[in-house]
């Protein structure tokens, strides 16, 4: 019989995103104001090592998860991301590892991440034009994402879906453009709501557009219709324009809360279980590692965490309020 992890209001819980690194080689300004930009690096003694990842990944599946995702920071500039995938994708009774990345690597290592198991990549990509790409992201170089897409699909690492934070004034000039780059390619281009985490209160509505606004372009860009979900559920509702081989998804946190089939729970690079992005509840794993039965407590103390969905307030402005997060996005792997 299949196992549910159900929480107190009778969802279930079947996917983990596990952050791996809290580290970069983007600064996206509305992510991560970090002066640094990192390179790959070996573990510091403050990320959790290989084994604690296929710990944690055993005690989840034993309980229900069959879905990983890994991300950051970024991922990928973890030496060891390889041994990641290969100690996760092994795990008896997990379905389905995938990865978020800004795709900055991934020229390099599509191929033996495929190999190590890795099924997709979600890849970020905020901008088509290169100079608005290097404004956004603070130094980085457009072609190298470009090509880290053509190696993800040639690597066999797809359906590719690509993340678009809509930006008011930054990136909403470009919508049609990504819009119609999925015309004749199998790609899955969704458009995430900008949400003020730590440090961005104060900007935010400065930057924040609702997503009706790529439903309004893609209708005149030719007719819509809304198209299949996610396989395994997800956030994102999808549209296709008529005749397209790929999907628009829209990810709408704030306008257009989904906590009612929220499935999911995130491990943050320091190792804390986050019962739910909106709230900054969280509880440490890292003391429990070593011991499946106390790593199995945490897991439970952290689903009798999750937040009532009906606490959700519909409206924009006022959700934003509700995010009660003390953390950044880097830090908690989006
Ligand atoms: N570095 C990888 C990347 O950029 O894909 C993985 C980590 S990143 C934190 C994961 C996702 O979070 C990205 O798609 C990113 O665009 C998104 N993100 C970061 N900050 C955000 C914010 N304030 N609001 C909405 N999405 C955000
Ligand atoms: Fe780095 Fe991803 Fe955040 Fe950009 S969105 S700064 S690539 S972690």
């Known amino acids: 019989m299949t196992k549910k992890l159900l929480d107190s209001f009778g969802r279930s819980i079947n996917y983990l995103r596990l952050s791996v690194t809290d580290k970069c080689n983007l600064n996206c300004f509305y992510c991560r104001s970090d002066p640094g930009r990192c390179t790959v690096e070996n573990t510091d003694e403050e990320e959790l090592t ?22 950051g920071g970024e991922p990928l500039l973890r030496a060891d991301i390889v041994e990641i995938v290969a100690a996760v994708a092994g795990i008896k009774g997990m379905d389905d590892v995938s990865l978020t990345t800004n795709g900055m690597l991934l020229e390099k290592m599509s191929e033996e991440l495929a190999a190590a198991g890795l099924k997709r990549v979600n890849i970020s990509l905020d901008s088509l034009d290169e100079i608005n790409f290097k404004q956004i992201t603070q130094g980085g170089r457009l072609k190298s994402t470009l090509t880290g897409i053509k190696c993800a699909f040639n690597a066999g ?10 930006l008011k004034g930054i990136n909403d000039h470009e919508i049609e453009k990504f819009i119609r780059l999925t015309i004749d390619r199998d790609l899955h281009v969704r458009f995430i709501e900008y949400m003020p985490t730590a440090g961005q209160q104060g900007n935010w509505s400065d930057y924040f557009l609702d997503l009706n606004r790529v439903l309004e372009i893609a209708r005149s ?30 990810i709408s946190p704030l306008s257009r809360h989904f906590c009612a ?4 729970l995130r491990v943050t690079a320091d190792g804390r279980l986050k019962p739910c992005l909106f709230s900054d509840a969280e509880v440490d794993l890292r003391s429990a590692l070593g011991d499946v039965e ?17 606490f959700a307030a519909s409206n924009s402005h006022e959700r934003s309020v509700q995010l009660q997060e003390k953390r950044s996005m880097f830090q908690i792997g989006g």
């Open 294 to 310: 106390q790593l199995k407590i945490k897991f439970r103390e952290a689903v009798a965490l999750r937040t009532d969905p009906r």
């Open 157 to 166: 690492l797809g359906p590719v879906k690509l993340n678009v934070v809509l």
């Open 221 to 250: 860009v030719a007719p819509l219709q809304e198209v299949q979900g996610e396989h395994g559920g997800g956030p994102a509702r999808y549209y296709s324009l008529q005749g397209a081989v790929g999907k628009i998804g829209l």
């Open 261 to 264: 089939s929220c499935n999911r």
């Open 50 to 71: 290989v084994d604690d990842y296929r710990q944690i990944g055993e005690v989840a599946v034993a309980l229900g998860i069959s879905r990983i995702r890994l991300t």
